[in-house]
């Protein structure tokens, strides 16, 4: 069902607004054209005004001057009737183009440069009579009306009273030779232009802001209108919900995957898990590539276990690692040196793994700035010092698993 004008009620939008402007719908002021080309010949008519009357002067006496000749062969006188007349039109060449350029520019003052040729298109809308109808009838179509006979009364009330003013210089020219006639009335016809532009003037001070608020009162929306566009510009929400879950599964796959390639898993001990890569030949600092909280971490802990990754749970450096490092970043400055302990802690295990002999030692106690643990030291649990997971050998040499302790 078409909506009314009455559910528009919503600005339009900017990408509503160059739609229509690239199908030609542009604010523009008829009265500020007409006042660029009226105003450009009162400013040419003031300055040029005596050698304009001199050159036609020039025309019309030449025009009416005959000969024997042109009188013994009526036929040479349409040859020169179209030579006088070209002169005529070279003469008054400069004054219609100044004028056509001035009123081009008044239009692109108003709204601006648009080139288009969609409003060329035919339109079945706009040989439609009921929708003629409409647009005759519209608020828009009557305020132009009742504009323009506004202006065509006062034009017409002003070139009165200019007339009854100045009737008896109008009746002098007739007295007056040729050449001065000419110069006295473009004088007067000077002074008649001068009111007509600055009654055009007012009227264009007006209709400018006039046709701009006109054309954004037809191009206010609808709440449907808003929300198709914002469907369009934005896509739809549901899909790009369902989208954006999507690839938060599949970046959690791609993640949980490298668990198994991880060196350590550090711990918090349940509600964070980070796990670190370290290879010194590809990589210039320890990179964590699985981090996650809750379930996630549980998750995290489970597939070390099964992968026999070592997990450690050290509270201040799992909760740091967690908030100031993403996944496939290398690990901050600051934290190089509490990551080096247990690395190197990882590599000593894997050396007593490898020669066939219980780790000794504990665990170390990597020390983390207050400033990187979110939890500002709150804990006070240092970290545990555990053995690793899933059946790795303690110092004692015996495979052993363990239970996370609660903090």
Request: hydrophobic content about 50%; charged content about 20%.
């Amino acid at each position: 069902m078409a909506e009314s004008a009455q559910d528009r009620k919503l600005p339009a939008t900017q990408r509503k607004i160059d739609k229509s402007r690239a199908d030609g719908q542009v604010a523009r002021s008829r009265d500020l054209g007409h006042l660029g080309a009226i105003g450009l010949g009162v400013a040419l008519l003031a300055f040029s005004a005596r050698p304009f009357a001199d050159e036609a002067g020039v025309l019309l006496r030449a025009g009416l001057r005959f000969d024997a000749a042109s009188l013994a062969d009526p036929a040479s006188m349409v040859h020169r009737l179209a030579e006088m007349g070209l002169q005529m039109l070279v003469l008054l060449a400069p004054l219609f183009g100044a004028v056509w350029l001035v009123a081009l520019g008044a239009g692109v003052l108003c709204g601006g440069w648009n080139f288009t040729l969609k409003a060329l298109m035919p339109s079945f809308s706009k040989i439609d009579p009921i929708s003629g109808l409409g647009r005759v009838f519209s608020v828009d179509q009557l305020t132009n009306t009742l504009k323009a006979c506004l202006l065509a009364v006062l034009m017409g009330a002003i070139g009165a009273v200019y007339l009854g003013q100045h009737w008896m210089q109008h009746v002098e020219l007739l007295a007056m030779p040729l050449p001065a006639a000419l110069a006295a009335g473009a004088d007067l016809v000077l002074g008649g232009l001068l009111l007509i532009a600055g009654l055009l003037a007012a009227f264009a001070l007006v209709d400018v802001p006039l046709q701009r608020h006109m054309l954004l009162r037809r191009l206010r929306m609808s709440i449907e209108e808003m929300k198709k566009e914002f469907k369009e510009v934005e896509g739809n929400v549901e899909v790009k919900g369902r989208l954006k879950q999507r690839m938060r599964e599949l970046a959690s796959r791609r993640m949980l995957a490298a668990v198994p390639l991880a060196d350590l898993v550090v711990m918090n001990p349940s509600h964070y898990a980070v796990a670190l890569k370290y290879d010194e030949k590809t990589m210039a600092a320890p990179k964590v590539v699985a981090k996650g909280a809750d379930l996630l971490a549980l998750k995290i802990r489970d597939l070390a276990r099964d992968a026999k990754v070592p997990v450690l749970q050290a509270p201040p450096l799992a909760r740091a690692l967690y908030a100031h490092t993403e996944v496939d970043q290398e690990v901050p400055a600051r934290l190089f040196s509490a990551v080096a302990q247990v690395l190197a802690w990882v590599y000593q295990l894997r050396d007593a793994m490898a020669a066939g002999r219980g780790m000794a030692g504990l665990a170390p106690v990597p020390e983390v700035p207050a400033d990187m643990d979110p939890a500002n030291g709150r804990e006070g649990l240092p970290a545990q010092r555990l053995a690793p997971e899933a059946g790795l050998p303690l110092a004692s040499g015996r495979p052993t698993t363990r239970q996370e302790p609660e903090l």
